[in-house]
């Protein structure tokens, strides 16, 4: 292991044990802070910004997750203020007994201690993990992307400014150097020193964490969203959680990749839809059964044959939606439990009964009804910023908030007792 890692996660360890015992009024002031400092240095963070993205070619993938605006960093700070109005979980008495020997046994929620988190490009994460971590006295380390490396330097910089002012130890928030790449197998590998490791990004960064790990992992990230529309749905009310899903932000885990339809609604649906979605460039690649209609509604720049290995199972991150046809219910639920990753899943019906089967047979983390998969956030859940999203189901799923970063210990108290032999 590189000994600058090895140093780095020593004083990570230190600072942990020092946010285990702040007040929860300490680590509210830091986030408090840290809000005000984002809106100062405003300018200084928008340059930074800018000298990352001017690096990366203008047709560049992710490049509106790497993006900060004034309104984003603003966004940022009132992320922070809502976390401070967050119960702090720590401390928290989870349940008591008292045993017939005389023992009282207590589970209280702590810490887990120091936290890696592996991240791609988005320098809001890099606020959201800090604040989270704070919140709950957990250390971190973060390695982010090369591609924002000058933005995440300077909100690190800023997240330990505030902690100076506070007379906390600094290196409760650091960043490891996103241009090693052994630096993120040695995090990944970090016994001892890292009691379980985040990772935020693509299939390909969770497969290749799925590999490398031997510390804990908590999978995050990947998502591969199906909305289906049953035969019985308010056309218009589908086309409505269609656009909404697929369109409001192209490279977030909750965006609809791939519209399963019933045979029945289709030639009411796709007319309706392929006028919305063609406003907003749309690639669409169809089955044989809705290119055919498509094809009379759709301009021919945008509307593919499906190619089923390759589309379907997708996560685009990117203006291109794919469509499967299917008989009924049945097929639809095949088909998705296929293809799933395990994020989140929609079906858009006035049929109850197939939709609390749809709650009963879909295994995702989050499951929709009549509603856009859009909605699958944190702050929307009421959780305030999020660490990510877990698609596994130990120890967290779903949007994952402040509980999800805490473990628990037992306290056992007695007035003298021993066991008896």
């Known amino acids: 292991m590189h000994k600058h890692l090895i140093q780095q996660l020593i004083k990570a360890r230190t600072a942990s044990r020092i946010l285990n015992i702040i007040s929860t009024k300490q680590k509210n002031a830091v986030l408090v802070t840290l809000a005000n400092l984002l809106q100062k240095n405003t300018n200084k963070i928008l340059k930074a910004n800018q000298k990352d993205l001017a690096i990366l070619p203008a047709d560049y993938a992710m490049r509106d997750r790497l993006l900060l605006t004034p309104e984003r960093i603003k966004q940022l700070s009132v992320s922070l203020l809502a976390v401070t109005k967050l ?6 008495v989870l349940d008591t007994t008292k045993r017939p020997s005389g023992i009282t046994v207590t589970r209280v929620r702590v810490p887990f201690g120091v936290i890696g988190v592996i991240y791609e490009a988005r320098p809001n994460v890099t606020i959201e993990v800090a604040s ?34 506070h007379n906390l130890n600094k290196y409760s928030v650091q960043l490891i150097d996103p241009y090693d790449r052994q630096l993120t197998t040695d995090l990944l590998q970090a ?14 960064l ?21 909305t289906y529309v049953e035969k019985t749905a308010n056309v218009n009310q589908a086309v409505q959680i269609i656009v909404n899903a697929k369109t409001r932000r192209y490279t977030v885990c909750n965006t609809l990749d791939c519209l399963v339809l019933d045979k029945a609604i289709t030639k009411k649906l796709l007319p309706k839809l392929a006028l919305v979605l063609q406003k907003y460039q749309i690639q669409i690649f169809a089955d044989k059964f809705s290119y055919q209609i498509l094809k009379k509604y759709y301009p021919t720049s945008l509307l593919n044959k499906v190619n089923p290995d390759k589309h379907y199972g997708q996560e685009f991150l ?13 097929p639809a639920i095949a088909f998705i439990q296929k293809h799933t990753s395990g994020h989140s899943e929609a079906i858009i019906t006035h049929n109850k009964k197939l939709a609390n089967d749809f709650i009963n047979n879909i295994d995702a983390a989050t499951i929709y009804v009549n509603t856009s998969t859009a909605f699958t956030d944190g702050f929307e859940f009421g959780l305030g910023a999020e660490i990510g999203i877990s698609t596994q189901k130990l120890h967290a799923r779903g949007p994952m908030g402040l509980t999800a970063l805490t473990t628990y210990k037992w306290l056992v108290t007695s007035q003298g007792k021993i066991r008896a032999t």
């Open 87 to 92: 119960t702090d979980p720590i401390g928290e």
């Open 132 to 165: 989270l971590c704070l919140k709950t006295g957990n250390a971190v380390l973060l390695k982010g992307s090369k591609d924002a490396f000058c933005t995440n330097t300077i909100l690190v910089k800023l997240i330990q400014q505030s902690l100076q002012l």
């Open 191 to 204: 016994h001892g020193y890292v009691d379980v490791v985040i990772p935020r990004g693509s299939n390909r």
């Open 206 to 226: 969770i497969q290749y964490v799925r590999e490398q790990a031997t510390v804990p992992v908590i999978e995050t990230g990947a998502g591969v969203c199906h």
């Open 318 to 330: 990117a203006p291109k939606l794919a469509i499967k046809t299917v008989i009924n219910y049945q």
